[in-house]
């Protein structure tokens, strides 16, 4: 290779000023790995173009970084996702296990995005596996009776559109708004993580108290998605009397946004409950999933 | 600036990795002004530079285990960050406006009423070195720098064959290294 050549063509002069296209700039990052004079150009030129760069620098406006500071700081926490555009959250909405505890950690940060993509191809070969399972069995035992297969498709299509339409309805209702983000910044709002209980150790909400409003708050970011015949409820607790702030939607979609609740007057703690449908509560099949002492 | 020498560049990369908010927070001090001058001039737009700033700056704390410092220093890493985060939203705002009209078309962002003003006119007012750099040279770079054109977008915008693109882009370099040596 004829090396002088290749420096005057001007390649080196594109690959710093990021004119090149991806597989040529593979071919100037290897040539400049094995040509030491290539490196040492390379490395001039971007040395000058910080220095052409900084021609132009500008001040930013302060709250970029108080805003920054904010994300960093609390950058494992629901909190400073919130302060964040969804698409750069590390907790963006994925389907949860049915029921498990979590098994991500808060404070695992780099990596977890991987983990992540890992667990939901795992999640899909498990859900193919069961359903290509399931096809079997259903061939294998049912072959002749296509009356009552037909049927049973029938009303599996019929549960499917059901859930679909359920779905899409919840997540109408914890769609984010402005008005939603401005919550974030009211010095009005009292925003508390929640606690782990018992045999769920960690946290998994944020629960926001309004207290001009009255309105309480609550943004999932972990709870597992809850068995058909139950839902969560959120509960206050004010001297010792436990009061119903209401239903939680818990789908794939509402996590990381704003769920509005009922108004209550000055609660001292909450309590996420998983309940069987229609319970009152206070009986033996209530779970306590979260706490959260609220310290006015 | 005295307190730029407080911090070699390793120390920057280790502190960042250990997630020191100290060090991050000289880094923003330090760099941000010129990581948001290329969001300026890529986006003309300051509440959008400014997003496209943290966005960058969160990128930064978070994929500073990606650095690989054989290929440069930490603040060309750190500028190509911003940069490709700005034309990333500008490309995708750009093509907002122009898929109805035109789909992908190659010149498309050339055709961005953004960039027609910004070539007639600095907003920002450049130093007296880069100010003698003659407009056809800055144009290019700034077309492949600040706009992040293709090669076959400048070999059109400035009407010159594809293969003199690289020439172009050199020779206007080699330019603008005389005047700011001066």
Not at chain 1, 188 to 209: C, E, F, L, Q, R
Not at chain 1, 248 to 274: A, D, E, M, R, W
Not at chain 2, 50 to 60: M, T, Y
């Amino acid at each position: 290779m004829d090396i002088n050549h290749y420096i005057s063509s001007g390649v080196l002069e594109s690959y710093v000023y990021g004119l090149l296209p991806e597989d040529e700039v593979a071919e100037v990052e290897a040539i400049a790995q094995q040509y030491p004079e290539v490196r040492e150009i390379v490395e001039d030129l971007q040395l000058q173009k910080e220095e052409f760069v900084k021609c132009y620098a500008v001040t930013p406006p302060p709250e970029i970084k108080a805003r920054l500071m904010l994300i960093i700081r609390n950058e494992s926490t629901p909190e400073g996702e919130l302060a964040l555009p969804q698409e750069l959250r590390l907790n963006n909405p994925v389907p949860q296990p049915l029921l498990t505890t979590p098994a991500v950690k808060m404070k695992a940060v780099t990596g977890k995005k991987q983990e992540r993509i890992w667990k939901i191809i795992a999640a899909a070969v498990i859900g193919i596996l069961i359903i290509s399972a399931g096809i079997n069995f259903f061939l294998a035992t049912d072959s002749k009776d296509y009356k009552a297969r037909y049927e049973r498709l029938i009303a599996s299509q019929k549960k499917i559109d059901e859930n679909k339409n359920l779905e899409s309805n919840q997540t109408a209702s914890v769609q984010e708004s402005d008005e939603d983000k401005k919550l974030l910044k009211d010095p009005n709002v009292i925003w508390i993580k929640a606690s782990g209980y018992g045999p769920h150790p960690d946290g998994a909400v944020t629960i926001g108290w309004n207290k001009a409003s009255k309105e309480v708050y609550l943004v999932n970011w972990r709870l597992p998605i809850p068995p058909e015949d139950k839902q969560y409820h959120l509960r206050t607790i004010t001297d010792g009397k436990p009061a119903d702030a209401g239903i939680l939607v818990i789908t794939p979609s509402s996590n990381g946004k704003i769920q509005h609740l009922k108004t209550t007057t000055i609660p001292q703690s909450f309590v996420v409950t998983l309940e069987p449908i229609g319970s009152k509560g206070a009986n033996g099949k209530t779970e306590i999933y979260q706490v959260a002492e609220m310290n006015l | 600036m005295a307190a730029a020498s407080t911090y070699t560049e390793a120390e920057l990369v280790q502190g960042l990795k250990a997630r020191n908010e100290k060090i991050f927070s000289y880094l923003y001090d330090h760099y941000s002004p010129a990581l948001y001058s290329v969001a300026l001039k890529v986006i003309a737009d300051e509440t959008t530079a400014g997003d496209v700033l943290q966005e960058a700056f969160v990128k930064i704390w978070r994929s500073i285990d990606k650095y690989d410092a054989t290929k440069g220093r930490l603040f060309t890493w750190m500028l190509n960050i911003a940069r490709n985060t700005a034309i990333d939203s500008l490309r995708s705002k750009a093509y907002k406006l122009d898929q109805k009209i035109t789909d992908v078309d190659n010149l498309a962002i050339l055709n961005e009423p953004q960039l027609a003003i910004y070539l007639q006119v600095d907003h920002l007012g450049l130093s007296k070195a880069v100010e003698r750099l003659q407009k056809e040279q800055r144009t290019i770079i700034d077309l492949a720098y600040y706009k992040g054109c293709t090669q076959e977008e400048i070999s059109k915008a400035l009407d010159i064959p594809l293969g003199t693109v690289k020439t172009r882009m050199r020779n206007a370099i080699m330019q603008l290294r005389g005047l700011l040596k001066q």
